[in-house]
């Protein structure tokens, strides 16, 4: 277990505290464009905040700036279309127990969809997106 859980998911953690206050915001302040418009524009935001800062901050690598973004980059489109795209099967399978009006379905689909994409996106950050280079100490 400390293979897959070191200090660099605090770190982690915190940046994605910032991720995730400028990801919502944009999210729910574009949900007239729909559901993929404003998740996606959101994230690209969240994307670039993300990659210098868990570069440097949280991973501390010195992995090749080209081809870490490029990983990166790839990550993140998986992570989001994994996470969010369970999110709308879950939430959609749900939705017709008609407990919530429709629009709070899709509110609560995106922070569903928040919560998979922050796990999905830990391990790729982490294994595969900064995987190489070497890792700077403190």
Same mark, same amino acid.
């Given at each position: 277990?400390?293979?897959?859980?070191?200090?660099? =998911?605090?770190?982690?953690?915190?940046?994605?505290?910032? @991720?995730?206050?400028? %990801?919502?915001?944009?999210?729910?302040?574009?949900?007239?464009?729909?559901?993929?418009? %404003?998740?996606?524009?959101?994230?690209?935001?969240?994307?670039?905040? %993300?990659?210098?800062?868990? &570069?440097?901050?949280?991973?501390? %690598?010195?992995?090749?700036?080209?081809?870490?973004?490029?990983?990166?980059?790839? @990550?993140?489109?998986?992570?989001?279309?994994?996470?969010?795209?369970?999110?709308?099967?879950?939430?959609?399978?749900?939705?017709?127990?008609?407990?919530?009006?429709?629009?709070?379905?899709? /509110? =609560?689909?995106?922070?569903?969809?928040?919560?998979?994409?922050?796990?999905? @996106?830990?391990?790729?950050?982490?294994?595969?997106?900064? &995987?190489?280079?070497? /890792? /700077?100490?403190?």
């Amino acid at each position: 277990m400390a293979k897959l859980f070191d200090g660099s =998911l605090p770190r982690f953690l915190l940046v994605g505290v910032g @991720n995730t206050l400028l %990801s919502a915001v944009l999210m729910f302040a574009l949900e007239g464009l729909g559901y993929w418009p %404003s998740t996606a524009i959101a994230y690209l935001a969240g994307a670039v905040m %993300s990659f210098f800062l868990n &570069r440097h901050f949280t991973f501390r %690598s010195d992995a090749a700036i080209g081809p870490a973004a490029a990983r990166f980059a790839l @990550n993140v489109a998986v992570c989001y279309v994994a996470g969010y795209g369970l999110a709308r099967l879950i939430m959609g399978a749900l939705e017709p127990l008609g407990l919530l009006p429709p629009v709070w379905w899709e /509110r =609560l689909s995106k922070l569903v969809g928040m919560g998979l994409y922050t796990c999905l @996106n830990y391990f790729g950050q982490r294994f595969f997106a900064f &995987r190489e280079g070497k /890792r /700077r100490e403190k």
